[in-house]
């Protein structure tokens, strides 16, 4: 039973993290094919904090692929604790961002609608969803990582 | 020992929720004394948050107050668990309401600084500064409630 519920938290914390992978490599695509992201003070800081959430999650959905389809090795409590800090930081840093991005976003669409080619603002809000789809993502796994803290 | 940590922990709490009560009432009044705050949506977003946050902290205030200054009371587990879901809900809506406000300040400020008259928006800025030294204060105290976790 005991197994069972780990290989099926394993997993699960697998999906989360392809889904962060995903979401934020998509959201780096769309920010940096536009030239003028670094022109705003908080989407240079979203791209900033999106180019260390990727590695991040990517890195853990290696490592989470490699327990779920070859073969469970004990997890080390220093690990542990390394990747539940890691993952409170970068779920902090990415959910100042979104809301960042999401207000300054919102802000050029109502008053400047004159001044942007719309595709660009459209593009923008994309960018600003995707990165509320990745924080959401990242603070389930942080809501995961509470069942491993009392294994510290 | 023990009952001399806890009396700490408990004077430290206190100390944490009369900061928050305070920087998030100065801001409160330092947003709604300028009647312009609602045309925006993260500043009417950050006056909603604050409005919430203010009397949850002056309650919880007031209830540690009791606990150092009174008695101490035992703690019954399932009001332990409301005020740690309420500082967390708290300090992810407050920390999403900063930075949007942070970030608009900062695009008025580079922006618009010709429309408008630089007093208001330096008041924006303090009012941001205010809401992040609440923030701060909000995440020590659930960096606090991590201690009491084991105890539920």
Avoid: H
């Avoid at 997890?75 to 390394?82: A, E, G, I, K, Y």
């Avoid at 509320?132 to 009392?150: C, K, V």
Wanted: net charge positive; proline share 3%; with cysteine.
């Amino acid at each position: 039973m005991q197994a069972v519920l780990r290989a099926l938290g394993t997993s699960a914390r697998f999906t989360l993290r392809l889904g962060q992978t995903v979401f934020s490599t998509a959201l780096l695509l769309f920010m940096c094919l536009d030239v003028e992201f670094y022109s705003y003070t908080s989407f240079s800081y979203l791209v900033t904090v999106m180019g260390l959430v990727t590695p991040w999650s990517m890195s853990l959905a290696l490592v989470d692929a490699y327990f779920v389809f070859v073969k469970g090795l004990p997890r080390q409590p220093r690990v542990l604790l390394v990747v539940i800090v890691g993952d409170w930081a970068l779920s902090f840093l990415s959910l100042a961002a979104t809301c960042s991005t999401a207000s300054v976003t919102s802000l050029l669409v109502n008053v400047s609608s004159t001044y942007y080619p719309s595709n660009i603002c459209s593009r923008y809000q994309l960018s600003a969803a995707m990165a509320f789809m990745s924080w959401f993502l990242s603070f389930d796994s942080i809501l995961f990582n509470l069942w491993l803290l009392p294994s510290l």
